[in-house]
Structure formats: structure tokens, C-alpha cells
């Protein structure tokens, strides 16, 4: 039976509401003001909330402001650092943690404030399972109340989380439900690729983190799938593999008769680099660095206009959706191999499978890496899967 609520009515906890339409973040806010409620409401992108030089300061801002100082505050930041996955790189600056663990960061913080609720978009898309019990756990501490308006589907078989929507004044649960997707075809003449790894070390001081993968060689891929915890140095061998960063060692994607693989690569962040942009635009930069034909950019942008599953997320929020836009573009491009980081952000995770299989099918198959916080989706399309861990490959699914 569905559970119902009327806002100022809801237990202390995590409330992960659907998004119904693009104001769903001004009527919670709103109806939370009209019953006197406070309510703190997240930007977009969690780490702009974040100003503070070090992770302890920033710990520290919000219960500055309310007037808690000297010893007082001391105590009370320790206690908060103590709990918090932040106990050993306090004096780290905020800005040199990986996406994920800068929203973690973020809601630590702001639980500090006097408010009754916390409202924020897509809060939880780059936190692991682990570090997300863990928030919930703060916020069920601190008595308050988190409403993240996100999307989540899982894969087949696997039932979806509690989600809520609001009605009124009420948020109601929804029915839990499974998804359906049909399994992509690989075709058989995508080529196999190889993975290898000698002596890869990089080191960020400002950090202390290294990437660390003395020998590793993983043949046979088709479409690799990077899994781990937040910080674990997914992105990072992403950047080194795209020569974004430097490193000492040698990381090469070798791919049969490419001397050179051109590599496409969908950052993290795509969203604040696309703010402003239409689809034209972003078609424009893929011709002008000649990666895309004038032809293909006409074809892509047919092919977003014709397709539901795309329609659907750009109505939501542009920023996101225009993920998707170089998503396309990289595989219509001149790229041998395309890397994808965390290409569910923000999005329907199985609007985003059906998306790349639509894709596929339009452009063909290239050879791929994706990484992803949700190893269900990796399963669903890769057929070799590695695990990172501190920097390290822990564990590798041959």
C-alpha cells in the first residue's frame, strides 16, 4: 500500500522525489515556505555551494554564521570531520575532492544549517551506495529532512528504490515498478581492443591521491565498464588514458590497425561546459575541430528532434540533456574509441540505456569505456568490467 505525507508532517530522512515537471524545485520550496518551514535549496551543480579553502573550514562556515566560535566550534567541527568519510584530509582543499565526495562535502555542510529541509537536484548521482547510507545517516542524525529531486530506474530484476512525488502539499509514493530495455546487439565486427598499463603513476600534492597501476593488460574488450567508490580514481585514468593529465608510465588503448586511436571523451562535468550553448552550437565546436561533417551534425540534430527518449530529458533541464547531445556526436565522430563518465548524471538511467542503444543503432558501435557509480547498468552493456580502489585496480572481471 502507498505511504503519504503531507510535508510538514515527513519523518526525519532521505526523500528521493521524481521530477513531474521543470518547477518541481519552486513548488516544494514554496509549499515548505507556506507551512513556516525553512528550507535550504541547493545550486544545481552541489559544488558551488562550497567556498571555503579546506574541508574543515568549510565544515566550519555554516555554524560560523549562526555565531558558534571558539572552543565551541572547534569541538563541533571535530565531531563532524570525525563522522564523515573527510577524518584524515581536513586541511584538503574542497576543489581537489572528485565530484562525488564534493556533494558529499556539501550536504555535510549544510546540515549545519537551522533549516528544517534541504532541497537539491540530482544531489546523489555521483555518490557511491556506501557514502549515500552514510548521508542518510547524517540526515536522520540532524533531524532534518532531504528532498533530492533525481530520477532513479533500476536494471531488470532489480525493483526501484522508494520514490516519492508531490501532490499538493503531499508527497505520495510511488509504486515500485521494473524496467524493460531490450539487450543491445553488439555487432561482430566491432574491434577488440586492448587495455595496458606500465608503471602508470599520478600524483595531485595538493591532494595526496595517486594513481597507482604498476602492470595490467586487459584484452579482448569491446566496451570496458570503470566501477568504484568516489575518489577511487575513476576519472583520473580516464584523464591520463585521453592525455588530459600527465603521468609517469605508459596507458594505451590499443586498437587493431590504429597506430593513433583518436579518443572521444564525455567529462564529468559536461553540463557547466555547455551552459548557454544550443544543440547547433555544440554540433558547431564537433565540425570545426573537423571530428563531425557538416552532414552528420544535420543528421544528429534530426535525429534529437525525432527522438522521444531525448525530447524527454532536454524538457527536464538542457544542461543535462545536452550531455547526450555529444554523446551522439562522439559516436557519428571520427573516434576509434569513446569513453563515457558518468553518462546516467542527472538523467533516467534507463532513459540514457535506451538512448545509447538508439545510437548505436543509428551510427554503429565503436569500441567503448564507460564509468559508472551503478554497476547494473555496466553489466548491462560491457562486457569486461575493472574495479578501482584507492587509486589502484582492485579487482578485474576477465
Known amino acids: 500500500m502507498a ?40 545550486p544545481l551543480q552541489l559544488a558551488d555551494y562550497l567556498v571555503a579553502d579546506t574541508v574543515r573550514r568549510e565544515t566550519a562556515f555554516d555554524l560560523e554564521n549562526q555565531g558558534v566560535t571558539g572552543s565551541r566550534l572547534s569541538e563541533a567541527v571535530d565531531g563532524i570531520i570525525r563522522d564523515s568519510p573527510f577524518h584524515e584530509r581536513s586541511c584538503q ?3 581537489t575532492l572528485s565530484g562525488g565526495e564534493q556533494q558529499l562535502l556539501a550536504i555535510t555542510a549544510a546540515l549545519q544549517q537551522p533549516h528544517e529541509f534541504l532541497v537539491g537536484r540530482h544531489c ?115 584523464d591520463c588514458l585521453t592525455g588530459i593529465e600527465v603521468y609517469a608510465g605508459s596507458l594505451t588503448a590499443a586498437i587493431p590497425g590504429t597506430e593513433s586511436p583518436k579518443l572521444g571523451y564525455l567529462v564529468q562535468k559536461t553540463g557547466n561546459l555547455s551552459q548557454g550553448l544550443s544543440i547547433k552550437d555544440i554540433l558547431q565546436r564537433f565540425i570545426d575541430h573537423e571530428r563531425i561533417s557538416r552532414l552528420d551534425g544535420g543528421r544528429i540534430e534530426q535525429m534529437l528532434n525525432d527522438l522521444p527518449e531525448y525530447q524527454a530529458l532536454a524538457v527536464q533541464d538542457a544542461r543535462l540533456g545536452f550531455r547526450l547531445v555529444i554523446v551522439a556526436a562522439l559516436f557519428a565522430g ?65
Not at 3 to 23: A, W
Open 334 to 398: 571520427d573516434y576509434d574509441l569513446v569513453i563515457l563518465d558518468e553518462p546516467t548524471y542527472g538523467l533516467p538511467t534507463w532513459a540514457v540505456a535506451n538512448f545509447l542503444i538508439r545510437t548505436i543503432e543509428e551510427w554503429g558501435a565503436k569500441p567503448l569505456a564507460i564509468i559508472s557509480h551503478n554497476r547494473n547498468f555496466l553489466a548491462f552493456f560491457c562486457d569486461r568490467i575493472i574495479q578501482m580502489e584507492n587509486g589502484t585496480v582492485h579487482e578485474a572481471d576477465f
Open 93 to 95: 582543499a574542497p576543489n
Open 3 to 42: 505511504v503519504s505525507y503531507h510535508l510538514r508532517d515527513l519523518p526525519p530522512g532521505l526523500y528521493q522525489v521524481y521530477p513531474d515537471s521543470p518547477d518541481l524545485i519552486g513548488r516544494l520550496s514554496r509549499a515548505l515556505r507556506a507551512h513556516g518551514l525553512r528550507c535550504l535549496v541547493f
Open 124 to 238: 546523489f548521482d555521483f555518490l557511491s551506495t556506501r557514502n549515500m547510507q552514510l548521508i542518510e545517516e547524517h540526515i536522520v542524525g540532524h533531524e532534518k529532512r532531504m528532498l533530492a529531486v533525481t530520477y532513479h530506474a533500476n536494471m531488470p530484476g532489480h525493483e526501484q528504490s522508494s520514490m516519492w512525488r508531490i501532490n499538493g502539499e503531499q508527497l505520495e509514493e510511488l509504486t515500485k515498478t521494473e524496467m524493460e530495455a531490450s539487450l543491445p546487439e553488439w555487432q561482430a565486427d566491432i574491434p577488440q581492443w586492448r587495455l595496458i598499463a606500465a608503471g602508470v603513476e599520478k600524483t595531485f600534492e595538493t591532494s595526496g591521491f595517486a594513481l597507482l597501476i604498476p602492470d595490467l593488460v586487459i584484452d579482448k574488450i569491446r566496451c570496458l565498464g570503470i566501477f568504484g567508490e568516489n575518489g577511487s580514481g575513476k576519472s583520473t585514468l580516464a
